[in-house]
């Protein structure tokens, strides 16, 4: 017979290896008397901290725009007219670059829900890591935000700029990036592909090669719109500065109908994950016998009576509940008779003579409670018996001959 024990290893405690650890196995022979040590190795993956993109020190203060245009705007801090070819010319390369399989990582924004993504983040700029009370990795299907601010929480608008920049509009759910002045080779779909799938899943890409544009659909529509910061001023295999905006509706008509029915997709999706896995199966009808059982226990003992929906599911989750051990707000036995109404008391809720038992914190008074334990006896305990006599029976008093529920008048 061999008996084990746990001997802890120093290499578990050690603080210079967070990802590793290991501990030692004794097994202990009873028969030799031998000891065998056996060495196990465990492997614990935790989340890294995000680092800071660029050094803190060697951020310059914002200065004034290079003027491109006539007139300047003080409202949105740039210049305003002049030749649209120089605006184009005037654009410069960005100053950084998110490298996603590096920069990401925890932050204090990961601890609060519903948190925001880092715009300098996407933009290969943010200088303080994992002190950042935004989230510092990509958007994915469960990052859901209110319609009328993106994912880096910035306000939203009832239509787009007339170039189809900015943050963009709450009307629609745009999910297709517009890239142009790409620098037009043979294999201009494979590069558009390799650099832009990094912000996520791509649903579809269609690239003009002859004009150096291409249209850059992704699933989520947070990814887009991280995707649209992170490669803004960027370049791909050459030294071009992209120029990604939203992509205008599709006139093509099936076009409309694939992005329709992919946001009932989305939308059917959402309801999937949010239902538990065995009413997804009977509303698809991949559980035959989900009807037949509900037929049966929906009626709760009555014939011919089939719950609702939200009853039904109500009462399979309390039964699920209950078969786990949780508790469960539900009526007392004895309370249960309350509520159903001209019917009796059990007969464990009377007396030796048929009365109530009744505690003595209430509403009613002493008195009035053995007025009614009297009537009771006398009744026989059918109290509910007598309420229908007594509505039964023929109105008395000085509106007998009211005639008021005659419709003669």
Sequence with gaps: MNQTEVIPSPLAENPNSPTTSSKEVAVVNQEDGDIIKKTKKIIRRKRRPARPQVDPSNIKPAGPPVQTGHIFNIWYNKWSGGDREDKYLSKTHAEGRCDVSKDSGYTRGDRVA?????????????????????LHRLPGLHDLFNPNVDCFGRDRHSDYRDDMGGVGSFMRQNRTLY??????????????????????????????????????TYTNEANSQFAKEAMSHQSLDHNEILNVR????????????????????????????ALPDQFVREIEGRDPDAHKRRRIEGGFGLQGYMAPDDI????????????NGQEVAQLETGEEWYLIEDDAPPEEEMGGEGAYTASEEGLLSQSTLAALKSYAVQNGGKLGASRKDATRAAPTGPLVGYGSDDDSD
């Design 114 to 134: 519903g948190s925001y993504f880092c715009l300098f983040f996407a933009k290969g700029l943010c200088p303080r890591g994992h002190e950042c009370e935004y």
């Design 179 to 216: 890239v142009g002045r790409i620098h037009v080779t043979d294999d201009i779909e494979e590069v558009v592909a390799r650099h832009f799938q990094e912000w996520g899943q791509i649903d579809r890409i269609r690239v003009l090669t002859s004009r150096g544009v291409a249209f850059v």
């Design 246 to 273: 939203w992509a205008t509706i599709d006139p093509n008509p099936m076009a409309q109908k694939r992005e329709a029915r992919k946001i009932e997709e989305q939308a059917a999706e959402a309801v999937r994950r």
């Design 312 to 323: 039904w599911y109500a009462a399979t989750k309390a039964k699920a509940a209950v078969e």
